[in-house]
Nanobody, 126 residues
Framework: QVQLVESGGGLVQAGASLRLSCAASGRTFDDLAMGWFRQAPGKEREFVATMWRPGVNVAYGDSVKGRFTISRDNAKNTVSLQMGRLKPEDTAVYYC???????????????????WGQGTQVTVSS
């Protein structure tokens, strides 16, 4: 079972950038699809980004497309989310998640993911 720990959240102003990281441990990471989701107060969890192997099967939610970039470093067992041109509506708890192993596909649903981190808060002030 993989364990996931997010870091990098914080309070920033609108227009700023922020980089979130997710460290994986406990088992082989390389062939796991990895995703980022977020949940704002009073709202459902929302798909943000996903990647299978580095640069493979990458997808973004419509609200972040063109502003956020997902990446992964299998040598370091990390997956990152570079967030740019942040908006107040990006304020949420951001979660890293581990999904299907060894299966090609673009995984956008919460139910596709088996393991979740504890989340990291991102707050964007106007």
């Amino acid at each position: 079972q993989v364990q996931l720990v997010e870091s990098g959240g914080g309070l920033v102003q609108a227009g700023a950038s922020l980089r979130l990281s997710c460290a994986a441990s406990g088992r082989t990471f390389d062939d796991l699809a990895m995703g980022w989701f977020r949940q704002a107060p009073g709202k459902e969890r929302e798909f943000v980004a996903t990647m299978w192997r580095p640069g493979v099967n990458v997808a973004y939610g419509d609200s972040v497309k063109g502003r956020f970039t997902i990446s992964r470093d299998n040598a370091k067992n990390t997956v990152s989310l570079q967030m740019g041109r942040l908006k107040p509506e990006d304020t949420a708890v951001y979660y890293c998640a581990a999904g299907p192993e060894g299966r090609t596909g673009v995984w956008r649903r919460e139910s596709d993911y088996m393991t979740w981190g504890q989340g990291t808060q991102v707050t964007v002030s106007s």
